[in-house]
């Protein structure tokens, strides 16, 4: 079995599905979409983007436990934040919807899992029943709640889906089998040399005793 898709099959269920759910409800799937093209309805479940935070989470963010920082996986964690953040919610009666289900955040609607992640930064939580390392640790909560919003966006617009089987395999060994459809969606046309880089503003310079110079 390929390392992507056992890494991919090792992972429990519970974080999962957790991780699927966030992913579709930043970037979810958008039939309507269809009209602009065929790879406009496309979301961050159909580019297995949950499968990339879960990656990034175990192998790429660092704490400092003790004197130095340490690669600590956090996927399973950071699943139970997210699952803590939404059974608060629910507690609160703000729930607008839950479909049965052993992953509370994953149950809820795509719009009241933005508000349990908007519940998790404003830190109106209890963070005493958080689980570690995030127990107790507001600003770590924010941090994280920070990285999911936007490494979530990162990984549907970058190249990693378009990796295919090799996209959970170590970054040397990764190798594109088609283009990114995060680039078609944006309209990047791709890695080349020759883009033109910003390199300051175009001034004129009047010198003493006259002359002038354009730099």
């Known amino acids: ?17 957790t ?8 970037v979810p799937y958008t039939p309507a979409m269809a009209v602009l093209g065929a790879e406009q309805p496309i979301g961050a479940v159909q580019l297995t983007v949950h499968e990339y935070m879960i990656w990034e989470l175990d192998h790429s963010l660092t704490l400092v436990l003790g004197a130095y920082p340490e690669a ?12 803590a953040g ?6 609160s009666g703000q729930v607008k919807y839950a479909a049965p289900g052993t992953v509370p955040f994953a149950s809820f609607s795509p719009e009241d899992r933005i508000r349990t992640l908007a519940g998790l930064e404003n830190l109106q ?7 570690p390392p995030y127990r107790n640790d507001g600003g770590l909560v924010k941090y994280a709640v920070d990285f999911l919003n936007r490494q979530t966006m990162f990984g549907n617009y970058s190249e990693w889906p378009a ?15 088609y283009f ?4 078609l969606q944006a309209g990047y046309p791709g890695v080349s040399k020759g883009y033109r ?5 175009e001034l004129t310079i009047v010198r003493e005793g006259g002359g002038c110079c354009i730099v």
Not at 72 to 83: E, Q
Not at 86 to 91: I, M
Not at 180 to 183: A, K, L, Q, T, V
Request: aromatic share 10%; charged share 10%; proline share 8%.
């Open 180 to 183: 990114p459809i995060g680039w």
């Open 125 to 131: 939580i209890d963070l005493g029943t958080l689980p």
């Open 72 to 83: 600590v996986p956090l996927a399973a964690p950071t699943a139970g934040l997210l699952n």
């Open 19 to 26: 991780f699927r759910a966030l992913v579709d409800a930043i």
């Open 1 to 17: 079995m390929h390392p992507a898709i056992a890494y991919a099959a090792n992972a429990d269920a519970y974080t999962f599905q």
């Open 163 to 177: 990796y295919g089987a090799t996209r959970l395999a170590a970054p040397t060994e990764r190798r594109l089998a």
């Open 197 to 201: 880089a910003f390199r300051g503003y």
């Open 86 to 91: 939404a059974v608060q919610l629910a507690a």
